[in-house]
Protein backbone atom coordinates (compact mmCIF):
# COMPACT_ATOMS: atom_id res chain seq x y z
CA UNK A 1 0.00 0.00 0.00
CA UNK A 2 1.41 3.27 -1.12
CA UNK A 3 1.47 5.45 1.67
CA UNK A 4 2.49 9.46 2.30
CA UNK A 5 2.41 10.77 5.78
CA UNK A 6 2.85 14.05 6.92
CA UNK A 7 3.58 15.88 9.97
CA UNK A 8 4.98 19.16 11.81
CA UNK A 9 2.19 21.87 10.76
CA UNK A 10 0.60 23.48 13.00
CA UNK A 11 -0.16 27.08 14.36
CA UNK A 12 3.02 29.18 14.57
CA UNK A 13 3.12 33.37 14.77
CA UNK A 14 4.94 35.59 11.81
CA UNK A 15 8.53 35.25 11.65
CA UNK A 16 8.37 31.74 13.15
CA UNK A 17 9.35 28.53 11.61
CA UNK A 18 7.89 25.21 11.25
CA UNK A 19 9.32 21.65 9.81
CA UNK A 20 7.00 19.65 7.56
CA UNK A 21 8.14 15.70 7.23
CA UNK A 22 6.98 13.90 4.69
CA UNK A 23 7.63 9.32 5.32
CA UNK A 24 6.86 7.73 2.07
CA UNK A 25 6.42 3.87 2.20
CA UNK A 26 4.76 1.43 -0.70
CA UNK A 27 6.72 2.58 -3.53
CA UNK A 28 10.60 2.87 -4.57
CA UNK A 29 11.23 5.87 -3.00
CA UNK A 30 14.56 6.76 -5.33
CA UNK A 31 12.36 6.50 -8.91
CA UNK A 32 10.44 9.56 -7.95
CA UNK A 33 10.36 13.22 -6.60
CA UNK A 34 8.96 14.45 -3.54
CA UNK A 35 7.19 17.48 -3.75
CA UNK A 36 5.19 19.79 -1.23
CA UNK A 37 2.22 21.71 -2.44
CA UNK A 38 -0.06 23.70 -1.00
CA UNK A 39 -3.60 25.33 -0.84
CA UNK A 40 -5.17 28.30 0.56
CA UNK A 41 -8.97 28.37 1.50
CA UNK A 42 -10.08 29.56 -2.35
CA UNK A 43 -6.85 29.95 -3.77
CA UNK A 44 -5.64 27.61 -6.56
CA UNK A 45 -2.90 24.78 -5.23
CA UNK A 46 1.03 25.76 -5.33
CA UNK A 47 3.61 24.07 -6.36
CA UNK A 48 6.40 25.03 -3.57
CA UNK A 49 9.66 22.77 -3.28
CA UNK A 50 10.52 19.68 -4.53
CA UNK A 51 13.45 17.22 -4.43
CA UNK A 52 14.77 14.80 -6.61
CA UNK A 53 15.32 11.52 -4.15
CA UNK A 54 17.81 9.91 -6.85
CA UNK A 55 20.24 12.78 -7.71
CA UNK A 56 19.18 15.58 -4.98
CA UNK A 57 17.84 18.35 -7.52
CA UNK A 58 16.26 20.70 -5.66
CA UNK A 59 13.25 23.45 -6.81
CA UNK A 60 11.99 26.30 -4.66
CA UNK A 61 8.87 28.55 -5.91
CA UNK A 62 10.15 31.68 -5.97
CA UNK A 63 7.79 33.07 -3.31
CA UNK A 64 9.96 30.72 -0.63
CA UNK A 65 13.57 30.85 -2.40
CA UNK A 66 15.80 31.75 0.89
CA UNK A 67 13.25 30.78 3.69
CA UNK A 68 12.12 27.35 3.06
CA UNK A 69 14.49 24.50 2.79
CA UNK A 70 14.30 21.08 1.40
CA UNK A 71 15.93 17.62 2.11
CA UNK A 72 15.74 14.70 1.48
CA UNK A 73 16.80 11.27 3.91
CA UNK A 74 16.97 8.36 1.49
CA UNK A 75 17.17 5.64 4.62
CA UNK A 76 14.31 6.69 6.07
CA UNK A 77 12.46 7.53 2.53
CA UNK A 78 11.26 10.78 4.23
CA UNK A 79 11.48 14.19 3.33
CA UNK A 80 11.38 17.68 5.22
CA UNK A 81 10.99 21.15 4.37
CA UNK A 82 11.97 23.46 7.19
CA UNK A 83 9.50 26.44 6.81
CA UNK A 84 11.73 30.11 8.02
CA UNK A 85 10.39 33.52 8.13
CA UNK A 86 6.67 32.14 8.23
CA UNK A 87 4.02 34.81 6.75
CA UNK A 88 0.43 34.71 7.73
CA UNK A 89 -0.03 34.17 3.69
CA UNK A 90 1.98 31.35 4.26
CA UNK A 91 -0.78 29.66 6.10
CA UNK A 92 -2.71 26.56 3.65
CA UNK A 93 -2.82 22.77 4.00
CA UNK A 94 0.50 21.54 2.68
CA UNK A 95 0.32 18.25 0.87
CA UNK A 96 3.45 15.75 -0.08
CA UNK A 97 3.22 14.24 -3.18
CA UNK A 98 5.11 11.66 -5.46
CA UNK A 99 5.87 12.72 -8.79
CA UNK A 100 8.19 11.67 -11.95
CA UNK A 101 11.60 13.69 -11.77
CA UNK A 102 11.73 15.77 -14.79
CA UNK A 103 14.55 18.18 -16.55
CA UNK A 104 13.59 20.73 -15.09
CA UNK A 105 12.68 19.69 -12.08
CA UNK A 106 10.23 22.58 -11.31
CA UNK A 107 8.56 20.72 -14.38
CA UNK A 108 7.43 17.78 -11.90
CA UNK A 109 5.34 19.46 -10.30
CA UNK A 110 4.39 22.35 -12.65
CA UNK A 111 3.44 20.36 -15.90
CA UNK A 112 2.23 16.88 -14.37
CA UNK A 113 -0.26 15.49 -12.16
CA UNK A 114 1.39 13.64 -9.22
CA UNK A 115 0.99 9.82 -8.79
CA UNK A 116 0.27 10.01 -5.62
CA UNK A 117 -0.62 12.04 -2.56
CA UNK A 118 -0.68 12.63 1.52
CA UNK A 119 -3.63 13.48 3.18
CA UNK A 120 -2.03 17.18 3.96
CA UNK A 121 -1.21 19.22 7.19
CA UNK A 122 -2.57 22.72 8.00
CA UNK A 123 0.06 25.15 8.32
CA UNK A 124 -1.49 28.68 10.22
CA UNK A 125 0.68 31.67 10.86
CA UNK A 126 -0.72 34.18 12.45
CA UNK A 127 0.18 38.32 11.99
Known amino acids: EVQLVESGGGLVQAGGSLRLSCAASGFTFVDYAIGWFRQAPGKEREGVSC????????YYADSVKGRFNISSDNAKNTVYLQMNSLKPENTAVYYCAAVRPLVPLYGSISYQEPDYWGQGTQVTVSS
Open 51 to 58: ISSSDGRL
